[in-house]
């Protein structure tokens, strides 16, 4: 988890340590106010035991690296780590496995218990913050390489995958990673999964849509798929790309792989599914491709019609939730009215890390998100700014109002737009699904504004209607969580392909 700092060279190398730093320290926090627990403030020498702690984290190689450790820290959060871990080494049993996501010792032993031969193996592209990776390893599958190129997706993917070695969790262009493929990926592989962004969509020309020099990316997934020749391919996009599936299909059916000396071809079909299906508290339609290799199909005797009409079956039986399942039981919050305070933690506008005031006072939804674990604490649970007038806006709306609403005519921002802009502002419905939640959540949260607070979502709340469990935390910058939530495919979603894929297949 932690780079020495000889190691660290880049100044996003530095923020991402810094970041972990922080964690590790609210982390101790947290727990030691939760617990009545006082951790020292003040400045402590640093003992034989406090080093190895640091030497064991691969924080640092030697003693001598500690005033460059300060340098990065800076004094006070440097004296709050040092104070954290003489604490974390007092309260050690207390503590459990609190701490193991950030602790190597810990991650390593966890790899290899999971290193099972009998677990089917997956790849995963354009693996983002983990959402479908996720869903499959609930299902238990094992994921052997996972890849994407935003560098805060990976923090975040490593970070909540501890049993996935850091190294297998790869950090760059799809294009380089299929180029070296044959050296990543030297075990059978069961399955690959992914979601290329495809951009040509509103091309209006006669030429294939799937061809537009904008969809490269999507021509390496298939590549991808040709050179590691998995038993079935799971690919997911935006309904968007239904008018142009059938393009897609041809790519796959001109798939012709050679493995073992033996000649591969793939069948394949998709459907627009919607997350609610599969127990989501949201809609979000998402296209799904389902491809399974032709010796696949000749021996279980299952085509990827197949897998839909069973997915399908499953589903009838599935408990549906609606937004309320997935606000209910978490700290109410208020939205800070002071710019630049969505890094700052309090207990008026939440915190990155706070303890868990519901512990024991869960849902159905989130008892089944959360796989039945009961959470000590909350994550990225931290209110976002709202100026006066987007104050205004939200307190006057109703549930299911938008920004056409009469009852803000007179300070609508955008009204001389409102047919463009008519979603721009929503107050979300607590006894619905949600709408969609997307990446656009990054840029304003006027669209999805809560039900009951004045105020829009929190990421913790997104992750929450997305699926995520309350335990998984995301990294990185605050608007940038927004950013890896809305991208992801729901877990739940996931874990229901998964199950019947795994089931059959």
Do not use: W
């Not at 007092?90 to 503590?95: A, F, H, I």
Request: aromatic residues 10%; charged residues 30%.
């Amino acid at each position: 988890m932690f780079r020495t700092i000889a190691q660290i060279k880049t100044l996003k190398e530095k923020k991402f340590f810094i970041e972990k730093v922080n964690i590790y320290y609210k982390l101790i926090l947290a727990f030691s106010l939760k617990n009545n627990l006082e951790l020292n403030s003040s400045t402590i020498e640093i003992d034989e035991s406090i080093l190895n702690k640091l030497l064991k984290l691969n924080v640092i190689v030697d003693r001598t690296e500690l005033i460059n450790l300060e340098k990065i820290l800076k004094k006070e959060l440097f004296n709050n780590f040092i104070n954290s871990i003489s604490f974390s080494l007092k309260y050690k049993n207390e503590l459990g496995s609190l701490l193991d996501k950030l602790d190597t010792e810990k991650r390593l032993k966890k790899q290899k218990l999971k290193a099972n031969k009998s677990k089917p193996k997956l790849v995963d592209f354009f693996c983002g913050a983990g959402g479908l990776s996720l869903g499959f390893i609930q299902e238990g599958f094992h994921v052997d390489l996972a890849n994407d190129y935003e560098d805060v997706c990976i923090q975040t993917y490593r970070y909540n995958h501890p049993e996935i070695p850091e190294n297998r969790v790869i950090h760059g262009d799809i294009r380089k990673v299929v180029d070296e493929i044959d050296t990543l990926v030297t075990t059978d592989i069961d399955g690959v999964v992914g979601g290329p962004p495809c951009q040509g969509f509103s091309s209006a020309n006669q030429q294939r849509m799937i061809d537009d020099p904008r969809n490269e990316l999507y021509k390496y997934f298939i590549r991808a798929v040709e050179i590691i020749t998995p038993k079935f391919v799971v690919m997911e996009n935006v309904r968007g790309m239904l008018p142009y599936a059938e393009q897609v299909v041809d790519d796959y059916k001109n798939i012709k792989a050679v493995k073992d000396d033996k000649e591969f071809t793939y069948s394949i079909f998709y459907k627009v599914l919607v997350s609610d299906d599969f127990g989501v508290a949201q809609k979000r339609q998402r296209l799904i491709f389902i491809a399974l290799r032709n010796d696949i199909v000749e021996s279980k005797e299952i085509t990827p019609i197949d897998i839909f009409n069973r997915i399908e079956k499953s589903n009838s039986n599935t408990k549906r939730h609606v937004l309320n399942d997935a606000l209910q039981y978490i700290k109410p919050l208020e939205a800070p009215r002071i710019k630049n305070m969505t890094e700052v933690d309090d207990e008026i506008t939440g915190k990155k890390i706070d303890y868990n005031l519901f512990k024991g006072n869960e849902n159905g939804y989130l008892n089944k998100i959360n796989n039945n674990k009961t959470i000590d604490f909350v994550f990225n649970h931290k209110a976002r700014y709202t100026n006066d007038v987007n104050y205004e806006i939200y307190k006057r709306l109703d549930q299911g109002n938008d920004g056409t609403n009469s009852k803000i005519s007179d300070i609508m921002p955008y009204k001389h737009r409102n047919h463009v802009f008519k979603d721009k502002y929503f107050k979300l419905v607590a006894d619905k699904p949600s709408r969609t939640i997307t990446a656009h959540l990054k840029m304003d949260c006027h669209s999805h504004i809560h039900p009951f607070q004045v105020r829009s979502i929190t990421p913790r709340e997104a992750a929450r209607i997305q699926s995520f469990p309350d335990d998984y935390v995301f990294l990185g910058a605050y608007l940038k969580t927004y950013m890896q939530i809305g991208n992801a495919v729901p877990p739940m979603m996931a874990r229901g392909i998964a199950k019947i894929i795994k089931e059959y297949i």
